[in-house]
């Protein structure tokens, strides 16, 4: 845990202090996090696609529902860990939030929640989904909101959010995982090799009957 305590502070003050910190670059930055609070732009891009796509209109309606729920769902695991955001001397946050607590990152959890289950939507999507929600990541430790640690925590708990969500389209992961285990048990069966063919066997005449005696 040193180790990783000891990294996580690394990453976060070479975020703050060495990546480049000009207006126009924390300007883009804050706008990510803008963007990202209660997962604004999620439900966007989810109502956008309800709007032009009348066919999968209900699938996007519910994949832009994904963001804000993820986010409740992340409130109540902050609560039972309880951390604290990180404060550095001289390099204060450059955003606001509406809590003091910090792990698991709610933009990350509600970003890769909602990109995962945009994309089973339209897989074509995932990519541009899935440059968005990084780059609203990243963010979050270069305004010093977030440990590094609090992303990849709240990145990995969105993928898993947004595979479960259902009826948008792609299977489940928990669908996914069932055929995973159904495949394994099928390949473990011992296997029964097939009786060799063998010619068909032709019964032996039956022996003819006596001749009654007159």
Same mark, same amino acid.
């Given at each position: *845990?040193?180790?990783?305590g000891?990294?996580d502070?690394?990453?976060?003050?070479?975020?703050?202090t060495?990546?480049?910190?000009?207006?126009?670059?924390?300007g883009?930055?804050?706008g @990510?996090? *803008?963007i990202g609070?209660w $997962?604004?732009?999620w439900?966007?891009i989810?109502?956008?696609?309800?709007?032009?796509?009348s066919?999968?209109r209900?699938?996007?309606?519910i $994949?832009a529902?994904?963001?804000?729920?993820?986010?409740?769902?992340?409130?109540?695991?902050? @609560?039972s860990?309880g951390r604290?955001?990180p404060?550095?001397e001289?390099?204060?946050?450059?955003a606001k939030?509406p809590s003091?607590?910090?792990f698991p990152?709610a933009?990350?959890?509600?970003?890769?929640?909602?990109?995962?289950?945009l994309g089973?939507v339209?897989p074509?999507?995932r990519?541009?989904?899935?440059l968005?929600?990084s780059?609203i990541?990243v963010s979050?430790?270069? @305004? !010093? *909101?977030?440990?590094p640690?609090?992303? %990849?925590?709240g $990145?990995l708990?969105g993928l898993?959010? !947004?595979g479960?969500?259902p009826?948008? !389209?792609?299977?489940t992961?928990?669908?996914? *995982?069932a055929d995973? %285990?159904?495949? @394994?048990s099928?390949?473990?069966?011992?296997?029964?090799?097939?009786?060799?063919?063998?010619p068909?066997?032709?019964p032996?005449? $039956?022996?003819?009957e006596?001749e009654a005696? !007159?």
């Amino acid at each position: *845990m040193g180790t990783l305590g000891a990294a996580d502070q690394a990453i976060l003050r070479f975020l703050r202090t060495k990546a480049p910190h000009d207006p126009a670059t924390e300007g883009v930055v804050k706008g @990510l996090g *803008m963007i990202g609070e209660w $997962a604004a732009v999620w439900v966007a891009i989810g109502v956008a696609g309800a709007a032009t796509d009348s066919a999968k209109r209900k699938r996007w309606l519910i $994949a832009a529902a994904t963001g804000p729920s993820a986010v409740i769902l992340n409130y109540g695991v902050k @609560l039972s860990f309880g951390r604290q955001r990180p404060l550095l001397e001289d390099h204060p946050p450059l955003a606001k939030a509406p809590s003091n607590l910090s792990f698991p990152s709610a933009h990350s959890t509600s970003s890769l929640a909602a990109a995962t289950a945009l994309g089973r939507v339209d897989p074509r999507t995932r990519v541009p989904l899935y440059l968005l929600a990084s780059s609203i990541c990243v963010s979050r430790p270069y @305004l !010093g *909101m977030h440990y590094p640690s609090d992303v %990849v925590a709240g $990145a990995l708990f969105g993928l898993l959010i !947004g595979g479960f969500v259902p009826a948008v !389209g792609e299977r489940t992961l928990e669908e996914r *995982m069932a055929d995973f %285990v159904a495949d @394994l048990s099928h390949e473990e069966a011992p296997i029964t090799s097939a009786p060799a063919d063998r010619p068909p066997v032709t019964p032996p005449p $039956a022996p003819a009957e006596p001749e009654a005696s !007159g």
